[in-house]
């Protein structure tokens, strides 16, 4: 047995949730003004807040391009997705209902989501630059092997992210604004881009 399949577990993805299940989540949370993991700060609510109606508008308007939904649909044998993610994350907000909208396209994925400070085990073995950052997306096949990861961000948001990192004084608010504009302009174009690459293989 590999790393993978050890620590994909019934025990360790007990507290897996549909995508259905993670956006009554959020939306109960952010009705209390809370959000998920262990930071209950009036700013990760207010992310989460955002975050939420974030997904429910792409939920609404995402279009899948004819590539990757033909890609998709071609897959002719078990799959399980697993999504590493927080309702403070923007980064989750803007891809995951992409990744939820592929999985409807084909019965042989099972999409799941995880929170990733209730799943450590997982989240240390699919670091980026070693820090735990989300989302994170891993396709296994039916015997448990892994067919492809991707995350966080996709290649141009994550040349924002390390702008950002070697000139923090700019401050957190305004790069996430800036962050979040480039999600909206971009249209999730990038992230199905990406996602055709990773699913090929």
């Known amino acids: ?8 577990t019934k025990e360790n993805i007990k507290k897996a949730y549909t995508y259905e299940e993670y956006l009554e989540l959020i939306a109960d949370l952010v009705d209390k003004k809370q959000t998920t993991g262990p930071n209950q700060s009036e700013d990760y609510a207010a992310y989460t807040r ?16 004819n590539e990757l939904t033909e890609l998709v649909k071609e897959i002719k044998s078990p799959q399980r997705w697993y ?28 999409l799941h989501l995880l929170l990733r ?53 700019r401050g957190f608010v305004k790069f996430a604004e800036e962050l979040q504009l480039w999600y909206s302009k971009n249209k999730t174009v990038a992230i199905q881009k990406e996602l055709i690459s990773v699913i090929k293989g």
């Open 117 to 169: 400070d209730e799943h450590p085990v997982i989240m240390d073995q699919y670091l980026t630059n070693g820090g735990r950052s989300i989302p994170k997306l891993i396709g296994l096949d039916e015997n448990g092997e892994e067919l492809f990861v991707w995350g966080p961000r996709p290649a141009e948001a994550q040349a924002l992210y390390d702008e950002f990192k070697l000139n923090p004084e």
């Open 50 to 65: 955002l975050n939420l109606i974030r997904m429910q508008r792409l939920d609404k308007t995402v279009e899948i391009g």
């Open 1 to 8: 047995m590999n790393t993978v399949e050890k620590i994909f």
């Open 83 to 110: 999504v590493l993610l927080e309702g403070w994350c923007g980064d989750a907000a803007q891809s995951v209902p992409v990744i939820a909208k592929l999985a409807t396209l084909n019965d042989h994925i099972e």
